[in-house]
């Protein structure tokens, strides 16, 4: 079974070509950063209009690069939801275009769907796992149970982990992305000259909070009564990336407790989304699943930031459980993994 892929959710256009033996035939993806780094952050209608000019030069790219022909393959699979509706429409109506003129199934695929089961398409994970989704615009923990059965323990009382990063890194100067931005600046920085929060830390149940520790950061950068010198950038970004590791790292150990509760021992735990390409959080989580004797699974980075072999391999799990969906179905802004979990508490509730 071979698989065409598209994600179109955010900023980046992404086309791969993946197998049911779990190999990416291959896997391209145009960064819209330059379109965006002037404004300080994604601009809807600019990633939507780069999409529109990319996505056809990417799908026959990666076809090429498999050194195939729309002949060649089984299926095609886009990302549906959620994201930027924008580009999720660009993306998921080009798909379809591609299914109606090629007559192959079509698979709308749940952008979180792609993360959750990237796992099992870079070292083959089996069911059930504990999965941390850690992204720009995401921060869930999530009992993995089986393709389509996912039961959320936490999810973000407010920003995402990775919505966090990109405000802490303007308001230290640093740019954007921030992900990577922070985590360069870190490299040289002390961690301990700048004492910051570490949200929700200690407290019971599953849930984020990174608000605060966002709104700590800006008091701090205030407090110094200058634009920050190099050296205090790095010191600020070292301090709330320990913060922030700590954090998920907490919610993490809770979860794993309840998890294996309910799942006995012996399941892995996985980190995935673009934040889980961050060198000090997998060296946290890899430390507290070994004090746990649980197993730990980071995919590889390209699989953890946007791109679209995750979306293909989601497409071909889903296809073999026979499923595949009409050409009528409806991109969405917003589509939770596990429809039936609880609003998220608020931040200042008591837990």
Not at 94 to 117: C, D, Q
Not at 191 to 213: I, Q
């Amino acid at each position: 079974m071979i698989a065409l892929g598209i994600e179109t959710s955010c900023d980046e256009t992404a086309a791969a070509i993946v197998d049911g033996d779990r190999r990416i035939l291959s896997s391209v993806v145009a960064s819209q950063l330059d379109r965006h780094r002037l404004y300080g952050g994604v601009v809807p209608e600019v990633a939507a209009r780069a999409h529109l000019e990319l996505l056809q030069g990417l799908v026959r790219q990666a076809l090429d690069e498999a050194r195939l022909d729309f002949d060649g393959l089984d299926l095609v699979a886009a990302t549906a939801g959620p994201g930027l509706i924008g580009g999720v429409i660009v993306g998921s109506t080009f798909g379809k275009a591609l299914s109606l003129a090629r007559s192959l199934p079509f698979l709308a695929i749940n952008h979180l769907e792609g993360h959750a089961l990237s796992p099992r398409l870079s070292d083959n994970v089996s069911f059930p796992y504990l999965l941390l989704l850690v992204s720009g615009g995401h921060c869930q923990l999530l009992a993995v149970e089986g393709v389509g059965r996912y039961r959320r323990y936490g999810t973000t009382v407010d920003d995402a982990a990775g919505e966090a990063f990109d405000k802490a890194a303007k308001k230290l100067g640093l740019g954007f992305p921030g992900g990577p931005a922070i985590e360069r600046a870190a490299k040289t920085g002390d961690a301990t000259r700048f004492p910051l929060p570490r949200p929700m830390l200690g407290r019971p149940g599953c849930d984020f909070s990174f608000s605060g520790l966002k709104t700590a950061v800006a008091h701090a950068v205030d407090a110094l009564g200058h634009a920050p010198t190099e050296p205090e950038q790095a010191d600020l970004a070292a301090s709330f990336q320990e913060s922030v590791a700590a954090s998920l790292a907490d919610r993490t150990k809770n979860a794993l407790r309840r998890f294996t509760d309910e799942h006995g021992s012996g399941h892995a735990l996985v980190v995935a989304g673009g934040v889980a390409a961050n060198t000090r959080l997998r060296e946290v989580l890899a430390e507290l699943a070994r004090t746990h004797h649980t197993g730990f699974v980071a995919p590889p980075l390209a699989l953890c930031t946007d791109n679209a072999a995750m979306i293909a391999w989601a497409g071909i799990e889903r296809r073999i459980l026979g499923e595949e969906d009409g050409l009528d179905v409806a991109p969405r802004p917003r589509w939770p993994l596990d429809a039936e979990a609880p609003p998220a508490p608020y931040a200042g509730a008591k837990a």
